[in-house]
């Protein structure tokens, strides 16, 4: 079995222009995002390892804030994964698959985690 390193983020969260039902529509709705991005790992990472050997795990983070485009609404939550994906690999080459779990909030009722995870894989 090959060596993998996997960055991860988790359970934060971060409001989207999301839904398809109206009262969906025209306002941000809380997400809690999680994410895992596949690295392949240098041979060896010693104390002096540079952090350019990796990836910056706020860069993660990023990617499901900060690089959403502000004003654009996605209509699934589905669509707001891939986004995430594709900034991570235009990010770094050196990103193998990325994982992204999401739960919508505004719909739990009883504590439940509602949502999808998506896993893509370079192409």
């Known amino acids: 079995m090959a060596d993998s390193l996997i960055l991860e983020v988790a359970n ?3 409001d989207v222009l999301t839904g398809i039902y109206s009262e969906e529509t025209g306002r941000p709705q809380p997400l809690r995002i999680s994410i895992a991005a596949r690295l ?3 041979p060896r990472f010693d104390p002096a390892t540079p952090l350019s050997a990796s990836k ?3 860069d993660l983070k990023f990617a499901a804030s900060e690089a959403l485009p502000q004003g654009v609404h996605f209509k699934l939550i589905e669509a707001v994964a ?22 919508k909030l505004a719909i739990s009722e009883n504590g439940e985690e ?3 995870t998506l896993t893509r894989e370079r192409r």
Not at 82 to 103: G, M, N, S, W
Request: net charge negative.
């Open 56 to 58: 910056n795990y706020m």
């Open 82 to 103: 891939d986004h995430i994906c594709e900034t991570l690999f235009l990010q770094d080459e050196r990103v193998e698959a990325v994982t992204v779990k999401i739960v």
């Open 114 to 116: 509602i949502g999808m």
């Open 12 to 14: 934060f969260e971060v």
């Open 40 to 42: 392949k790992p240098v």
